[in-house]
């Protein structure tokens, strides 16, 4: 007699976990003037998904950031989130007159946020430099502080804006690990503007290439992390991702 093996008909009984949308961005136009930096620009980000965003200099990386963060009033079309946003920029803009432990939990309505600066300096790796002032940091030290504000914060959507650009590559290094480690153990949706393609390969689920106001190439990364460089799928999305950005892998465009 046959036997019935439970085969793929089993997966098929299970439903797949419903995608959910936290950002979202239909015709998006930005206009400086005569100029159209975003033009008609459309965005889905999911719940817990890591995007990165590429793009010349110029392309209007940080304008779909000030755009997603609620920090521009002047774009036009179509953008919702859901949930509560927090931007670490480039420079981490800390407020030189108070402490580190201050600037975490400048803004923030809790009942005890010396508890929740701690934390967080804690998660980063900061707790001895808490009572410091901003101006005696390290860069890598401060852009730690910079993720910590970010992440007291709880974000359903973390839009980092190249916060890794000024570090030196061994700082660079261990950023990138806490910043992996942050994200699965919080998983806020994040979007990291970045022009290093290899930071990009070695953190996000997707690549965006962002040119004349639009997303002009995806890229969907299923290599399991932590990645190395040398992955045989990413040397070949290199590829693509550079001539995405008009240049050759050999750095001639
Ligand atoms: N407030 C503004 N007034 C006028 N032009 C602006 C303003 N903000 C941005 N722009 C212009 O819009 C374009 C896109 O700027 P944006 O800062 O978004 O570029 P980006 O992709 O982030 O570049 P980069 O990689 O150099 O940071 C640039 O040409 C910039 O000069
Ligand atoms: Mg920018």
Do not use: C, Y
């Amino acid at each position: 007699m046959a036997t019935r093996v439970p085969g793929p008909l089993t997966l098929q009984e299970t439903p797949a976990p419903e995608r959910q949308v936290v950002a979202s961005v239909q015709g998006l136009t930005r206009r400086f003037g005569e100029r159209t930096v975003l033009d008609r620009l459309d965005l889905e980000v999911a719940r817990g998904e890591f995007i990165a965003l590429l793009g010349r200099s110029g392309s209007g990386k940080s304008t779909l950031l000030r755009a997603l963060a609620g920090l521009d009033g002047e774009a036009e079309g179509g953008l919702s989130v859901t949930g509560s946003v927090a931007v670490a920029f480039q420079e981490p803009r800390l407020v030189p007159w108070k402490r580190v432990h201050a600037n975490i939990t400048l803004g923030l309505a809790v009942p005890n946020p010396k508890e929740n600066a701690d934390a967080a300096l804690a998660e980063v790796g900061l707790s001895e430099r808490a009572g410091a002032w901003p101006l005696t940091l390290s860069g890598g030290e401060a852009q730690r502080a910079s993720l910590a504000r970010a992440l007291v914060r709880e974000p359903d959507l973390l839009l980092l804006d190249e916060p890794f650009s000024a570090l030196d590559a061994l700082t660079r290094i261990t950023i990138h690990q806490l910043v992996l480690q942050l994200w699965s153990a919080h998983r806020p949706s994040v979007l990291l503007v970045t022009h290093d393609v290899d930071e990009a390969l070695l953190l996000a689920d997707r690549v965006l290439v962002l040119d004349a106001g639009r997303i002009a190439h995806e890229s969907v990364i299923s290599a399991e992390r932590p990645r190395h460089r040398d992955h045989p799928d990413l040397t070949s999305l290199r590829t693509t991702l550079l001539s995405a950005l008009g240049v050759s892998p050999e750095g001639t465009s």
